[in-house]
């Protein structure tokens, strides 16, 4: 089993290319993860929210799995979007990630019955899938899609289960994640899953973060992980207000079409969102890369500095 640490640091979510027929364009995905693995990025996670996971069939999703686990070499972790309504599936879907070779699995909460999605429905879901998974289990707090909130209360019971081994909370709660870590052991890793509040999110001692922003800024997530450790604020600071309007056109404002929009202007190949979505405005590209534009002057200019 890989040591709990290896968990920490910046992982960014994949998106899954689409073409014109609907079809996973599996030759671009792997180009894609290619490209990818020359970053600094610590690893991937398969069919999280931006890899539209909710809108692949099990067979596509296990043959997305397979398509970038041949990308990935062993020294970089491969974590994998497992979460499903019920226990059932969400374990069945958890046995045949780790059969293809995925490092952990990532688990959102269940959120269809939400008047009964209580913290002690949580923790024996979780503890299920856990004790069923035969790898580890991080699990995903993801309110702004579920409608659902999984609790300190909750993370700190399941915290002690020894498959369970971290946390992503895509929420912008600083205080909650601060709780969190207060409340859990130390080699239990905490990923932020919000780049509008990341250095924030560092400060207050997450371990890490999955960001959709890190898939077209590796080497600014990662510099800001790295600011942050060293005690160098203000960079950090000015890293993150630099980042913040990308950060917000690619997450809660465009979501998954302005993010494939923004792969596609850097040269990736983001593909087409999956009906319902549909591909943002030529108005939304241009403000893509006049923020892509920002980042890169920025960049420039702290290099020549």
């Keep these: ?165 971290g946390l992503k909370e895509s929420g912008s709660d600083i205080g909650a994640m601060a709780e969190v870590i207060a409340r859990t052991p130390d080699d239990f890793t905490v990923l932020a899953g919000s780049a509008t509040t990341l250095v924030h999110a560092f400060c207050a001692g997450c371990h890490g973060a999955v960001l959709a922003l890190a898939s077209l800024l590796p080497e600014e997530c990662v510099l800001m992980l790295d600011l942050v450790k060293a005690g160098r604020l203000e960079e950090a600071r000015q890293l993150q207000r630099t980042i913040m309007p990308l950060a917000r056109l690619v997450g809660g404002k465009h979501g998954v079409p302005a993010l494939k929009a923004a792969l596609d202007a850097m040269g990736y190949e983001g593909g087409l969102p999956r009906p319902p979505l549909r591909p943002v405005s030529g108005e939304v590209v241009a403000e893509l890369k006049r923020e892509l534009d920002a980042v890169r002057r920025h960049k420039s200019h702290a290099g020549s500095a």
């Design 1 to 165: 089993m890989i040591g709990m640490t290896r968990f920490a640091g910046i992982f960014t979510p994949i998106v899954t290319p689409f073409g014109p027929d609907d079809r996973v364009e599996f030759a671009a995905l792997r180009r894609n993860v290619a490209r990818w693995m020359q970053t600094p990025l610590s690893g991937l996670v398969v069919l999280g929210s931006n890899g539209e996971a909710p809108q692949l069939e099990d067979d596509e999703a296990d043959r997305v799995i397979e398509a970038v686990r041949e990308q990935v070499p062993a020294g970089r972790a491969l974590i994998a979007g497992t979460g499903r309504e019920s226990t059932r599936a969400t374990i069945a879907a958890t046995r045949r990630a780790a059969a293809a070779g995925v490092d952990a699995v990532l688990v959102r909460t269940p959120a269809f019955f939400k008047p009964q999605m209580t913290s002690d429905l949580f923790v024996a879901h979780y503890t299920e899938v856990a004790d069923a998974s035969p790898v580890p289990v991080l699990l995903y707090n993801v309110t702004v899609y579920t409608g659902v909130n999984l609790l300190p209360d909750a993370v700190q019971r399941l915290s002690v289960h020894p498959n369970i081994v």
